[in-house]
């Protein structure tokens, strides 16, 4: 049996950050009160109420990747009228679940009212999260016009957390653009910054980030001792969008190795966390990649259910491989046939 060729492009997936508010955050134990006081507040017309409580919710519900929670708080308030945080946080559940599209729209909505209050903390948050959108749209100029505007404004009102955000966003840029160099240079500016002010979720984000570089310059020793850096910090923090990411860029390492096995293992665990957190755009990418390597296990069968699984996914969420994937899919369906 001749066994289909791997797509050149499986591998890695580039961690970008994603900026809160700064508000209060509260605690687990009142999450479950605060939920029905919103829901209240909804039903009886009080925006204030419903705007302050959202906003709480939302940013304990994100760092545990709620996105649907999160969307669905977010539609409830906006039904009261325009409300940046709102707008912010529909945005930001939109980008972690392969809307960048509608997200952007969202972003840019957060962005006028928040310049229109003042808000600059916050609009540098803004900026850098219209900079991812804009990056996952393949937009990369603008995602880098959007990241240098927040880290001019977070280096001016001294916030060191939005400036390793932001380093460590456009460092994704010039990755993902080839710029290996300037890529490392950006991280390895944010990794002291992050690790200076205890941001341990963006510190397994840059170390993520960090070994996909040293992927592609060939180096899988040093991609791995950074991946495995960050994948109990990610599980620490309860970042599961890290922590699949990670799995999946761990796998990418061993499946080039050889180790089909284990990177098969790796990539079921980062397949199960992008179902269960809806992120279907990087659950399309990890499904590609088990295909992939289904099919140089020669597993054919299995390899064609997954591939035509991952185009599913592809068409629904608009992702940039599409075209590679559907291609991949008739190259297995042949060469099953042949």
Known sequence: MVVAACPNDVGSIVLADVEGPLIHVPSAARVKQWTEVHRLAVAGREPEIARDVAARLAKAWLRRSMFADVAALATATLSLGPDAGAYYDLGWAQSSTGQPQQARRNFDEALRLYREAGNRANEAATLNNLGHACHS???????????????????????????????????????????????????????????????????????????????????????????HQALPIHRETGNRTGEATTLNN?????????????????????????????????????????????????????????????????????????????????????????
């Open 137 to 227: 749209l393949r937009d990369t100029q603008q995602a880098l016009t959007h990241y240098h505007q927040a880290l001019t404004i977070a280096r001016d009102i001294g916030d060191r957390t939005g400036e390793a955000t932001t380093l460590n966003n456009i460092g994704s840029v010039y990755h993902e653009l080839g710029d290996r160099q300037q890529a490392l240079t950006h991280y390895h500016q944010a990794l002291p910054i992050r690790r200076e002010v205890g941001d341990r979720a963006g510190e397994a984000t840059t170390l993520n980030n960090i070994g996909g570089v040293y992927h592609r310059l060939g180096d899988p020793q040093q991609a791995l001792t950074h991946y």
């Open 250 to 338: 761990i796998s990418a390492v061993q499946f080039q190795d050889g180790d089909f096995t284990e990177a098969k293992h790796a990539l079921g665990e980062a397949l199960e966390v992008f179902r269960v957190i809806g992120d279907h755009a990087s659950e399309a990418s990890a499904t590609f990649n088990m295909a992939a390597l289904l099919s140089r296990m020669k597993r054919l069968d299995e390899a064609v259910e997954f591939q035509r699984r991952a185009v599913g996914l592809a068409e629904q969420t608009s992702h940039p491989g599409l075209n590679q994937m559907q291609a991949f899919l008739v190259q297995l369906e042949q060469t099953k046939k042949g």
